[in-house]
């Protein structure tokens, strides 16, 4: 029965895509080298391990929206699930390098977002667990089939300039942000109203108009 091991090599960018794609690269290394994969239809769950990097204080100032002030993160700084994913790795005999495709978004509803956005430097902690399916060729040739050990997962510190450089192809110097439709239609009016022709100029507007009342 096939022993697989598997870690992560790398990541990347991927371009032209429809919608923002990293690339992790997944080395599948079956212990029984002599033995034939035909395919393993591998499954991903993708945690961000936010408790296993240490943050600066501006990254402290960033990320309080998503963990509150400093002095609670000890109640709060909890590892959390980022996204699953999925791909069909083709045959193989002793090693293979798959690529795993992860959809990204750049929606700041999304906590795994806030928390991207919110590192500056160094790298993102990921634990990456991993299940599905084996197809081998068994004795006298037979297909057999083998579930893969839900103790199989990799660690990897994704830079976080591959992440930054990922939004800034697919939204350069631009962010992504959702609104409820009434919260949009009451800024589509003021903007309207007011003649403003572009939408940054009518959120800066809005900002400035109420600035003065807000107390430090």
Sequence with gaps: M???????????????????????????????????????ALRTQIQIEATRRKYDSNEQARLADLFGEPD??????????????????????ESVLADLAVPCTFDFNVAATKYFHGVTNGDLPLCFQFSGTVFYQGEGGLLQVSPISWDKEARYRLPVKVWKD????????????????DAF????????????????????????AVQDTVRP
């Design 72 to 93: 609670r993160w000890g109640r709060t700084l909890r590892n959390m699930l980022w996204t699953h994913a999925s791909v069909v790795v083709p045959r193989f005999t």
């Design 166 to 181: 990922l939004m800034d192809l697919y939204y350069p110097n631009s962010a992504w942000l959702a609104l409820r439709k």
């Design 185 to 208: 239609q009451k800024l589509y009016e003021y903007k309207v109203r007011a003649g403003i022709p572009t939408w940054e100029e009518a959120i800066e507007r809005a900002l400035d």
């Design 2 to 40: 096939p022993d697989l091991q598997l870690t992560i090599e790398g990541a990347e960018v991927v371009q032209y895509a429809a919608e923002p794609l990293l690339s992790f690269k997944v080395r599948i290394v079956n212990g029984s080298s002599d033995e034939i994969i035909h395919t393993v």
